[in-house]
């Protein structure tokens, strides 16, 4: 089970920021990646999207809904 703790409410120290896995985040005008950085080793893990490739095309849809003429 995960515990969700809200970062308020837990102090702000080297070690618990250090204890914490980090996640980045890059988007790309062509493709997009998310990467998670475990916190006790110097491994960079690529996260495969629901597909299963490491990068995912960036799409931005913009529908009008009343357009003028």
């Given amino acids: 089970m995960i515990q969700k703790t809200r970062l308020a409410d837990t102090p702000l120290t080297t070690k618990s920021i250090s204890d914490t896995p980090a996640i980045g985040i890059d988007l790309g005008t062509t493709n997009s990646a998310i990467a998670l950085a475990e916190a006790d080793t110097a491994e960079l893990t690529i996260l495969e999207n629901g597909c299963g490739?490491?990068?995912?095309?960036?799409?931005?849809?913009?529908?009008?809904?009343?357009?003028?003429?």
């Avoid at 490739?53 to 003429?69: G, H, M, Q, V, Y």
């Fill in 53 to 69: 490739e490491r990068t995912t095309p960036s799409r931005l849809t913009i529908k009008i809904r009343n357009p003028r003429a």
